[in-house]
T-cell receptor
């Protein structure tokens, strides 16, 4: 069955450093991969989408890579800030409607 | 900025009762979705809806669940006979594109508590 693994349940990063979150997937050949942010008690918020033929995508302090050979995506936040503390969800997508979310990684940026 | 809205924010119901969760998607969006998140677990896809019919549904979305777009603006999820295990946050989402990858815009959720 399709499986998504996101690195460690929680990640603590010092403010100003780069946070790197990992998403690995198996039994899957996604055409796209999305990253969402979720704050406690709130709905997920779309951050970035990367297609299978793109290696890297950037948006402000965010960078996503997509390696279809390794079946992995990396999500980077540079110059991290306490406001970046949240759970980040990886969501590989086929060419259909549904999003299958990973469990997420809780990121804590320490001041 | 347009956003997805959901009502109520919290619904408490007794086991066996019917509940209807309501959503108003973003007005020019074409695709609508329901997800649920049991406390401490991941967000799970329930159903997608396009052109007034279900386009995809998960194993969770059994005969106890139904969706409807009754009036062109609301999108509802009905659970016919609630069970304790239906207690969760239910998120509605909508997306704009007719084809290709679609980022989804989520509402704030309805917390359903079944007692």
């Amino acid at each position: 069955s399709q499986k998504i693994e996101q690195n460690s349940e929680a990640l603590n990063i010092q403010e100003g450093k780069t946070a790197t979150l990992t998403c690995n997937y198996t039994n899957y050949s996604p055409a796209y991969l999305q990253w969402y942010r979720q704050d406690p008690g709130r709905g997920p918020v779309f951050l970035l989408l990367i297609r299978e033929n793109e290696k890297e995508k950037r948006k402000e302090r965010l960078k996503v890579t997509f390696d279809t050979t390794l079946k992995q995506s990396l999500f980077h936040i540079t110059a991290s800030q306490p406001a970046d503390s949240a759970t980040y969800l990886c969501a590989p997508m086929n060419r259909d409607d549904k999003i299958i979310f990973g469990k997420g990684t809780r990121l804590h940026i320490l001041p | 900025e347009p956003e997805v809205t959901q009502t109520p924010s919290h619904q408490v119901t007794q086991m066996g009762q019917e509940v209807i969760l309501r959503c108003v998607p973003i007005s020019n969006h074409l695709y609508f979705y329901w997800y649920r998140q049991i406390l401490g677990q991941k967000v799970e896809f329930l159903v997608s809806f396009y052109n007034n019919e279900i386009s995809e549904k998960s194993e969770i979305f059994d005969d106890q669940f139904s969706v409807e777009r009754p009036d062109g603006s609301n999108f509802t999820l009905k659970i016919r006979s609630t069970k304790l295990e239906d207690s969760a946050m239910y998120f509605c989402a909508s997306s704009e594109r007719a084809s290709g990858p679609r980022e989804q815009y989520f509402g704030p959720g309805t917390r359903l508590t079944v007692t």
